[in-house]
């Protein structure tokens, strides 16, 4: 019996979500997030990737890193219970996981060299900046894509919220539109997932909050049905996951 794996990253995925605050809690909700997933030396080979453009969609396996020390519970509370029913581990897709590892499906965008660097870009990511990866393989629509499975709590994609932009917040989005000219689009589609913590969506009004799309801070808050953005800004500090 292996008592211990070691795992070497062959990747750094590079995205737009810099904190873990907002980003959708499955791939492909958002379908304007794309990520640069860049090679590190040792597997910076382009016959790593041949035949690679004929798979529209991926598998990525990635380590949580940012989470992975905070260790994991036999029972978690998923969001999609409303944080107050508790599963086994196993039985959801929480990050604190005994090995925290995840798995996402994205779409392939094709890969380029770029200043000596081989990357492969993806849409529709779920991933936090700086996201160690550890395998791609290619998504088999006839072997991955089960119609008859069954999700229990999880079957249907959980319900969006209307968003709407704040008089500022349209003046200031003009401010960024030439650097990300895709950011209303980005924004709007983050917030229909409604990342607010479990203990907010059940509440009828909820906010202000903050979160931080590629430089941007975007403020936002909650009243009856409907997420308001109510001012941009660019990010003048550090990161904080």
């Not at 999880?154 to 950011?183: H, I």
Request: a neutral charge; proline letters at 9%.
């Amino acid at each position: 019996m292996v008592s211990e794996l070691t795992l070497r990253p062959i990747a750094v995925l590079r995205s737009p979500y810099r904190q873990k605050f907002a980003i959708p809690r499955q791939p492909n909700l958002v379908p304007q997030a794309r990520g640069e997933i860049i090679f590190l030396p040792e597997f910076a080979d382009d016959n790593c990737l041949r035949g690679l453009e004929t798979f529209s969609h991926l598998w990525l396996l990635f380590h949580f890193h940012e989470t992975a020390g905070a260790g994991w519970k036999a029972t978690v509370t998923p969001p999609r219970l409303g944080g107050r029913t508790r599963v086994g581990v196993f039985a959801s897709r929480s990050m604190f996981r005994p090995n925290a590892l995840g798995l996402s499906v994205v779409e392939n965008a094709g890969w380029r060299r770029d200043k000596g660097k081989l990357i492969l870009d993806v849409r529709g990511i779920d991933l936090l900046d700086g996201t160690p990866l550890l395998d791609i393989k290619p998504y088999l629509p006839w072997a991955d894509a089960v119609p008859a499975a069954r999700g229990r709590w999880a079957e249907e994609a959980p319900p969006r919220l209307e968003v709407a932009f704040s008089d500022a917040a349209q003046r200031q989005l003009e401010d960024f539109r030439g650097r990300y000219p895709e950011l209303e689009a980005f924004i709007r589609a983050v917030l229909q997932q409604d990342p607010r913590p479990a203990q907010d969506v059940r509440r009828e009004e909820s906010g202000p909050f903050a979160m931080l799309l590629h430089e941007v801070n975007i403020h936002w808050r909650v009243a009856a049905g409907t997420c308001t953005v109510l001012a941009l800004e660019p990010w003048p500090g550090e990161v904080t996951p």
